[in-house]
């Protein structure tokens, strides 16, 4: 009876430990490092840009925000990451695992462009606000700012 016992309790801890496993597996081929996400934007511009620069913007450091740096064009492109937890892991500097969220690119020459999104929680609820992010690839020497803006109070 004991050696039975002793079978299901190592059984059981082995089959949680696969799973554990494979769940982390699959979590690291489906987000990206830092590095990788840089890569990332590097293989799918789409105004040519040679060199991206990161931003955390304030409230919303889960949000890595790429900017084209390298001013070739006077076209602009942003990528937008979230920081993604392993469950119920928060992650750590030295282990941050990205998701992309969303890409965008102008198709005009302009010298500041922007986009509105709805940031999410580690939880991935979306938050009740919204964020606009204005974005540059700083040819013309902008400074960088935040700015925020409240409705209704």
């Known amino acids: 009876m004991k050696r039975k016992f002793k079978l299901v309790v190592i059984g ?3 089959a949680v430990l696969i799973i554990i496993l494979v769940c ?9 490092s830092v590095n990788d996400t840089y890569q990332y934007c590097i293989n799918n511009t789409t ?5 991206f620069i990161r931003y955390g913007i304030g409230s919303e450091s889960s949000y890595a ?7 070739v064009s ?16 928060e992650s750590t500097a030295e282990w941050d695992r990205f998701s992309f969220v969303y890409h965008a690119s102008t198709g005009l020459d302009e ?21 606009i992010v204005f974005y540059s ?3 013309y020497n902008i400074s960088r700012h935040i700015f925020t803006i409240e409705e209704n109070g």
């Open 47 to 51: 105004v040519g840009a040679t060199s």
């Open 137 to 139: 690839s700083n040819k």
């Open 12 to 14: 059981s801890f082995f």
């Open 24 to 32: 982390l597996a699959v979590f690291i081929t489906k987000t990206m």
């Open 65 to 71: 925000f790429w900017v084209a740096g390298d001013g």
């Open 74 to 89: 006077d076209l602009q492109e942003l990528f937008i990451f979230r920081k993604t937890p392993f469950g119920l892991i």
């Open 111 to 131: 010298i500041v462009d922007s986009v509105m999104f709805t940031p999410r929680d580690s939880k991935n609820q979306k938050k009740t606000i919204n964020v």
